[in-house]
């Protein structure tokens, strides 16, 4: 199911309600459907949205922001009011979905000036979805990386697209943290294959470490690792040294390189 589909079924009940509501929009009466009082100006029903959210009421609050959108589609509040709907999701944690209300309003209103911002949001959103550790639970690097892929792509979108945002610092920790858990995968797997002696498979998983995640906090003991391999178990010594040096060149001050050079 698209976007766009599953926006309009969201906001199916909100579209039903505006034929009539407009006669009574007209007059400036406030009208209830449910436990919302829709009131006569798209302000009004921005503000009661948004003390709703404040409220943690977050359905009553995303139910102000639709009716806003589609009755006053017009209105500066209109684009506010899907920027909040998707606020009103983040702050409820669910994520996926607040990254996909994120994209529609960046979707809908791509010169807005919050576009900055909700960017950040959907990788923001992302992040958030991430698995945790849990107790008794397997670990975060053990189950799908697909929402850890998916965050350092949305993390590399925004510091693409807005290198100057004041959120940019954060954004590069943000996916660092993920890059780094890609890289828990990758060790796990490196340390599987060396457990059943397959060394080659096991040397290319730290390879692939400090290749494609070079800033990251396991890259230089990936690289003492897949030395020790090379020198020791597939008799390639001199891949092991220049994979050594290559260690020394670009973190000199690691605890994998000070392992070699201690002085």
Known sequence: MNLLHRYRTRTLFVILTIFWLSACSTTGANVSVGDATYLDTAEKNYLEGTKSKENKNYEQAVNYFEYVKNQFPYSKYAALADLAIADAYFESEQWLLAAESYQFFIQFHPKHEKVGWATFQIANSYTQAIPKNYPLMPKAHEKDQSTAESTVVAWDRFLRKFPKHEKVNEAKEQRKKAR?????????????????????????????????????????????????????????TEKAKAILQDLLKRYPKSEAAKAINPK
């Open 180 to 236: 780094n858990l890609l890289t828990d995968y990758e060790w796990a797997v490196a340390e599987f294959y060396e457990r059943k002696e397959r060394y080659q498979g096991a040397a290319w998983r730290y390879e692939t470490i400090f290749r494609k995640y070079p800033e990251t906090d396991r890259a230089p003991q990936a690289m003492a690792k897949a030395a020790q391999l090379y020198d020791g178990e597939l008799k390639e």
